[in-house]
């Protein structure tokens, strides 16, 4: 085992002892993304906080998970695509 997998490692611990009501899917999509070679303090979708500091992996899902529930509550309009004339 690296040295780069056992630190991660050690930081999910870490970073668990802070989320107590981490569900177990959540716990077992963490270990998933790290055991890929991740930080437990990122996340997938790189979803910032109100500072713009990247959410840590738990939080960064319950955030995404959060607005999607708004979108499908009709609580906030989801982004208008864009084709590729839009950026140029």
Known sequence: MTSRKTFLRQEMRRYLRSV???TPEEIADLKEW?????DPYSNPSNIADET?????FI?????????????QAGLISPPE???????I
């Open 59 to 71: 939080q960064g899902l319950r955030a995404e998970q959060d607005y999607f529930e708004a979108v």
């Open 34 to 38: 790290v055991e890929a070679g991740n």
């Open 20 to 22: 107590p009501d981490a």
């Open 52 to 56: 713009g500091w990247e959410m840590p």
């Open 81 to 87: 695509s864009c084709d590729d004339s839009d950026l």
